[in-house]
């Protein structure tokens, strides 16, 4: 998450960028739009603003939204048969119990050991971005990062951290994900697209994802791309978002 600079309001949090994210679209005159939001804290953000704002937002595109087992006590349980019965298809495709305690699923659970780094050293800061990259763009940790993403790319991505010292937004990330977790109960009602990629680190199947997102109106598959699909298939992933958007305005 970029910034135009850091933010200098304490106790800024995701439940104040969403407020920030629909006051930025009044005053752009944008009383109704659309929001995209890709997988962790991007779909997550989405999502409340869907919930909050649902006579402002006229649909939501996310790719690969997730779903954590703390959600509800039946979700719990239903995360916990598909991982017993495996052997059914979407059961195949759901992501394990087992895996939400032994994967950092929000990225930042191993910032605490990182984040003097992040802020006192450039390589520290790159260390930590090319291995956060690597581990969710590919469903498997032998991908080498070199084929999902150019050098440019990563360099790019690095350098803006830095410039803008955007590492703050990861204090801030990890917070909302382990202090105030009411809000990634909230349920959606407006029209929702839901796509998914087979190279995600994880997969929420709507099964699940209907509890939450309560008028899914089209999913699709990506053929390629984890939590980054919009950079490494980016045609793909613009073509749903139009495709989705047309939909909703017919």
Not at 40 to 58: C, H, M, R, T, V
Not at 83 to 95: K, P
Not at 109 to 127: E, N
Not at 244 to 250: A, D, K, R, S
């Amino acid at each position: 998450m970029l910034f135009s600079e850091k933010p200098v309001k304490k106790g800024f949090d995701i439940i104040a960028m969403t407020r920030i994210i629909n006051k930025l679209m009044d005053r752009l005159d944008a009383k109704d739009y659309f929001i995209y939001g890709s997988e962790g804290l991007g779909a997550d953000i989405a999502s409340l603003l869907g919930s909050a704002y649902p006579k402002n937002i006229k649909g939501l595109i996310l790719s690969n939204p997730l779903i954590l087992p703390s959600f509800s006590t039946q979700i719990f349980m239903k995360y916990g048969i598909a991982t017993i019965l495996g052997e059914f298809e979407e059961n195949r495709r759901t992501t394990p119990l087992e895996k939400f305690y032994t994967y950092p699923i929000t990225a930042f659970d191993h910032v605490q050991d990182t984040v003097p780094s992040l802020r006192s050293s450039p390589s520290g800061l790159a260390s930590y971005i090319v291995s956060l990259w690597h581990a969710y763009s590919a469903s498997s940790q032998k991908t080498a990062l070199s084929s999902l993403f150019t050098l440019d790319e990563l360099s790019t991505i690095v350098y803006l951290y830095w410039l803008t010292d955007s590492s703050i937004a990861l204090d801030f990330m990890h917070n909302s994900y382990s202090k105030n977790t009411e809000w990634m109960r909230s349920q959606v009602s407006v029209p929702v697209s839901i796509c998914h990629s087979d190279f995600s680190p994880w997969r929420t199947p709507q099964s699940i994802l209907k509890y939450k997102y309560l008028n899914i109106t089209r999913t699709n598959e990506l053929i390629k791309g984890g939590m980054f699909a919009h950079l490494q298939d980016p045609n793909a992933v613009a073509a749903d978002i139009f495709s989705f958007v047309e939909l909703q305005l017919l």
